[in-house]
């Protein structure tokens, strides 16, 4: 992040680890060998506000105390992150701040939704196209294999929202193919199990089962 996302291409904004990725310097990965240690690198790197359980970065204090980082590599990115507050307008009156009160119109509207597709469609990129397979004849025959091909849940991945709208892998193919598309789920993401309830194991005033409240 410092040396080719900072140093080379001149990025100079917020840089936010995913939910629990500084914890698993010390926890999963191994690279640290506690959160204190985890932190530093964490910030020397280039990382500015940690997101997620753990929080190493509380022991960034004790960090500068040890002299294991210097303050000023931390003011850095508390610079960072306050000129991102001020842009957002944080510390401004919501009157002067266009997006304080956006109607509940924006939400899902046909601009915004214009402007994602074109997100989605610019941000991909082609490894490979064997064959010249891509784009997609209208005139062949298509089998779409897999039980992903047509889960509305996996296009949604994870952090996500509720969509009006899903496109799935095999729905999307069929848009565009039209005709001689066919689909077979092949198989299940797991092998078959029966599923036993624990409920048995519980007990409430001496008998099976558990006491609900709400």
Request: aromatic fraction near 8%; charge should be negative.
């Amino acid at each position: 992040l410092q040396r080719i996302l900072r140093d080379e291409w001149g990025f100079n904004r917020v840089v936010v680890s995913d939910c629990g990725a500084i914890a698993d310097f010390y926890t999963s990965h191994k690279v640290s060998s506690d959160a204190l240690h985890a932190a530093v690198k964490g910030v020397l790197a280039g990382t500015d506000l940690e997101c997620g359980y753990g929080y190493a970065y509380h022991e960034l204090v004790d960090a500068v105390s040890r002299g294991l980082i210097y303050e000023s590599d931390i003011d850095k990115s508390v610079l960072r992150l306050l000129i991102e507050r001020f842009d957002l307008g944080d510390f401004d009156d919501n009157a002067i701040v266009p997006w304080a009160n956006l109607p509940h119109s924006t939400v899902n509207s046909e601009k915004h939704r214009a402007l994602a597709l074109d997100m989605a469609r610019q941000s991909m990129t082609l490894l490979q196209n064997k064959k010249n397979i891509l784009p997609l004849s209208k005139n062949r025959k298509i089998a779409v294999i897999g039980p992903n091909a047509d889960d509305e849940r996996l296009m949604w991945g994870n952090y996500n929202g509720t969509p009006e709208k899903t496109t799935t892998a095999l729905s999307g193919i069929r848009s565009v193919a039209r005709q001689d598309v066919f689909y077979d789920k092949g198989c299940d993401l797991v092998d078959d199990m029966i599923l036993e309830s624990l409920i048995k194991e519980c007990s409430f005033e001496g008998k099976p089962g558990i006491k609900a409240s709400y």
